[in-house]
């Protein structure tokens, strides 16, 4: 193994055992990197030095427009204010918090060009929420957009080990914007004294690149660990297998860089291809389709719940310019998939992915897709559903989905290791089964099922059902405890404008999914609510609704 370049060695020490961890495949030619690998060097120095892509478009944004000789002279300044300034050593954790910029992007890269460790947060969490991040991962220093200093500030006094905080606004080169409670514009007035030419830490390619800390569907985010390798190794693979996407395209994700499918579509691929991203700052349905019309954006990253947002306002925006888009991050509806064919004419591209696996492993070309299925293992990744003794499943049968590829999981010192990792597979904690033509079928979170007198239902399937109704906008569907069944399905339902709500209506829906579904699936409790919770990432929270009905 491979000396590492980690001053800091804390990632290291805190890796999961040898017992405990994935069994990583190379098996494509793609995937054969050095043993030195900085990821940064790689999708910028080599992107300017080797290809001579300096004067292309890396980064567009609503105020700036950055070509990737732009973007690294951003990077090495960002770089030494880290190191010289900040006193940062390969290996140290630095917490990056804000929205989707150009300058969070060239902070993610600087910290990477630096050696050290990424740990990009969501925007909205609260200063507990923060606190509990920077204390598991034992955070030395953080950068902060300067609008978002408040919850930050607040943690700080609970986190000794966070010695080094540097606020930044949307352009760390602005220095006449006015100062706030964390100095804003600090990385703006440290940066016009630096000089670019930052040469890179020659990492391992196993040191660790980023901790990514769940989205929190299950209640308690857990932290995720990715090396260098990993990082280029879901470049080698999705993009250039599925996309079928080049240096003329031009990407756009409204997910936030702190959830890996945010990261992977909105900067790591783009650069892998010497293409463009678009960054939005908080975008709503209206915003995004606005800058995708204005900049014509052919690659569009989102979840099916912001899909399902933007359908009602497709039609007064010029889309033409897209060829592509891709859904992950939760269940893909059926109807989802036909509502936005029929509106924009382009097949959704599904694919799952996790956190733990950094991106997406399995999913399908745009003509090889199926409505309600997921796809298949892409290129690089295995995939089998297996029965609790970790048997393959006849086709048809709903078991645990398990996968093994070039990433895995690596979990920051946490005892669900054991859970995830078996046998060298990542077990997902997705129930799914696999059709005659090989394609797989999500099913439910195997901690979604429902059992209702015997039988499994799962509640991913009657949340299609509904959605397919016109007057459900969105629904989670769950068990509640029940007496004689041990549990029924509960459904929570958001209407669309202008839909009352009422028992006719309720029994109207019941009567729906009953021509869809077998009569135990239906919903003998339904449940109007004004909205449903989830995520930042637009996760929902089935776990939540559970905690609610049986309170």
């Not at 992950?328 to 004419?345: I, S």
Request: hydrophobic fraction near 45%.
């Amino acid at each position: 193994m491979i000396a590492s370049a980690h001053a800091d060695s804390f990632a290291r020490d805190h890796l999961p055992s040898r017992e405990s961890s994935p069994e990583l495949l190379y098996d494509l030619p793609q995937l054969q990197f050095p043993e030195r690998l900085n990821c940064a060097a790689e999708l910028l120095d080599r992107a300017i030095d080797e290809r001579g892509w300096g004067e292309r478009n890396a980064i567009l944004s609503p105020g700036a427009r950055l070509s990737y000789a732009d973007l690294r002279e951003r990077v090495d300044r960002i770089a030494r204010v880290l190191v010289e300034d900040m006193g940062a050593i390969p290996g140290n954790r630095v917490l990056l918090r804000g929205f989707n910029t150009p300058t969070l992007a060239a902070i993610w890269l600087a910290v990477q060009k630096a050696g050290c460790i990424a740990i990009t947060t969501m925007p909205l969490l609260r200063a507990k929420e923060l606190a509990e991040i920077i204390a598991k991962a034992q955070v030395s220093h953080a950068f902060c957009e300067a609008a978002l200093d408040a919850e930050l500030d607040a943690a700080r006094a609970r986190c000794p080990s966070l010695r080094q905080v540097m606020a930044f606004d949307d352009d760390p080169l602005n220095k006449s914007a006015p100062q706030g409670h964390l100095l804003r514009g600090a990385l703006a007035a440290r940066c016009a004294t630096k000089s670019g030419g930052f040469s890179a830490v020659a990492t391992a390619a196993d040191d660790i690149a980023l901790i990514a800390f769940t989205s929190g569907t299950t209640g308690v985010p857990k932290g995720a660990m990715h090396s260098h390798r990993d990082v280029m190794a879901i470049c080698a693979c999705f993009p250039r297998s599925i996309l079928e996407a080049g240096p003329d395209d031009l990407f756009c994700a409204p997910a936030p860089l702190a959830f890996t499918f945010g990261l992977g579509g909105a900067l790591l691929f783009p650069l892998s291809l010497g293409a463009a991203t678009l960054l939005v700052p908080q975008p709503s349905p209206e915003s995004l389709l606005r800058a995708v019309a204005r900049h014509r954006v052919t690659t569009l990253f989102a979840t099916p719940t912001f899909y399902r947002q933007m359908l009602p306002q497709v039609g007064a925006h010029d889309l033409s310019g897209l060829r592509r888009c891709i859904s992950a991050g939760e269940p893909l509806p059926a109807a989802t998939f036909e509502q936005w064919r029929a509106a924009t004419g382009i097949a959704l591209i599904d694919g799952i992915g996790s956190t733990e696996m950094l991106h997406i492993f399995i999913s399908a070309r745009a003509a090889e897709m199926r409505a309600g299925a997921t796809g298949k293992p892409i290129p690089g990744y295995r995939a089998a559903v297996l029965d609790a003794t970790g048997r393959p499943v006849a086709p048809g049968v709903v078991g645990r989905l398990a996968v093994k590829g070039p990433t895995g999981c690596r979990y920051l010192d946490d005892p669900r290791q054991q859970a995830y990792v078996q046998d060298g597979w990542n077990i997902t904690g997705d129930a799914y089964w696999i059709d005659d033509a090989g394609y797989f079928h999500f099913a439910a979170r195997t901690d979604d099922l429902i059992i209702s007198a015997g039988c499994n239902i799962g509640g991913p399937e009657v949340e299609e059902a509904l959605l397919a109704h016109p007057a459900v906008a969105e629904c989670g569907v769950v068990g509640a405890a029940d007496a004689e069944r041990g549990q029924v399905v509960k459904a929570c339902i958001v209407l669309r404008p202008g839909m009352a709500a009422g028992d006719a209506l309720a029994v109207e829906l019941q009567e729906h999914v009953k021509t869809m579904l077998a009569s135990f699936k239906v919903p003998r409790i339904i449940e109007f609510r004004n909205a449903l919770p989830r995520t930042e990432t637009g996760k929902l929270q089935r776990f939540r609704l559970r905690q609610e009905t049986t309170t």
